[in-house]
């Protein structure tokens, strides 16, 4: 996985795989409360890697 882009209004990440399809990727739905919308994510690898420890991650440190 790398993370592309980690700021307090956005963040993207993507499969380290160049060509895998795996992304996610959030968007500040208001800044003053710090909410977060899912914008894209795409949960299937297709490098075959697995991903979900590291999604569930990713979320548990967008909830904090
Ligand atoms: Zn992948």
Excluded at 1 to 28: D, I, L, P, Q, Y
Excluded at 39 to 50: K, L
Aim: a positive charge; aromatic letters at 8%; glycine letters at 6%.
């Amino acid at each position: 996985m790398v993370v592309t882009h980690n700021k307090r209004s956005r963040f993207t990440a993507k499969c380290a795989v160049k060509e895998c399809g795996w992304k996610f990727h959030t968007a500040s739905i208001d800044d003053r409360n710090e909410m977060f919308q899912v914008r894209a994510y795409n949960p299937e690898h297709t490098c075959g890697a697995g991903g979900r420890n590291l999604n569930k991650k990713i979320l548990n440190q967008l909830l904090v």
